[in-house]
């Protein structure tokens, strides 16, 4: 089944602990990007890449690392999150580009106390 | 002003109502019009999707881009509570960037 998975879909954890969120894709697809969805604010773009080794910044990228060394992951990176990183957060490829149909994972919710 | 505009809602109507959702959006550079359909607890999924001005029907669901005023729309026939769910709009200027507006809720009652 072609799919986006995210791990985990809920954590909570404390200011400061580094965590990682992981992204897999199985449809290889070359365009893979974060978001997270608060309320009155819609979806919002942290990070994305267009290939493997490329990745750029969206329009909320503070706090945030990403990676892209396998064409299939994309993990999202907070080296040390705070109560303003609080949000669900979504994973989404697509074949090529943002405008080709993005496919979604599940999201995360987390919440940093 | 922010490049694209939605309307938050809650949006409730009774089953079989017609519904209009709109976004509207400031840069009349942008040509790739897409909505997206989020039920509860789900992520985003595409329903429809238009690169040019006028109408697209799918079923029970048509797009409208309306270039001139800067302005789309998707209407709903015959909703059903099935159709319950947040809708996105999602437009692009060129193939690197797609904005999402905020979303509209949606309930249909029965």
């Known amino acids: 089944e072609a799919q986006v998975t995210q791990n985990p879909r809920y954590l909570i954890t404390v200011t400061g602990k580094k965590l990682t969120v992981t992204c897999s894709q199985n449809?290889?697809?070359?365009?893979m990007s974060w978001y997270r969805q608060d309320p009155g604010l819609g979806l919002r773009q942290i990070y994305y890449?267009?290939?493997?080794?490329?990745?750029d910044k969206g329009d909320v990228p503070e706090g945030y690392k990403v990676s892209r060394k396998e064409k299939r992951n994309f993990p999202l990176i907070l080296e040390s999150p705070s109560p303003n990183q609080t949000s669900l957060y979504f994973c989404?490829?697509?074949?090529?580009?943002?405008?080709?149909?993005?496919?979604f994972g599940p999201g995360t919710r987390l919440t940093v106390l | 002003q922010k490049e694209v505009e939605q309307d938050p809602g809650p949006l409730s109507v009774p089953e079989g109502a017609i519904v209009s959702l709109n976004c509207t959006y400031s840069?009349?550079?942008?040509?790739?019009f897409m909505w997206y359909r989020q039920y509860s607890r789900k992520g985003p999924e595409l329903l429809m999707y238009?690169?040019?001005?006028g109408n697209k029907e799918d079923g029970r669901f048509t797009a409208q881009v309306d270039k001139s005023s800067k302005y789309i729309s998707l209407f709903i026939r015959d909703s059903q509570p099935s159709d319950s769910a947040t809708y996105l709009c999602?437009?692009?200027?060129?193939?690197?960037?797609?904005?999402f507006g905020t979303g509209t809720r949606l309930q249909v009652f029965p």
């Open positions: 989404a490829s697509s074949l090529v580009r943002p405008t080709d149909t993005q496919y």
């Open positions: 449809m290889n697809h070359e365009y």
């Open positions: 890449s267009m290939n493997v080794e490329v990745t």
């Open positions: 840069n009349s550079a942008f040509q790739y």
């Open positions: 238009t690169y040019s001005s």
């Open positions: 999602a437009i692009g200027e060129n193939t690197d960037k797609l904005i």
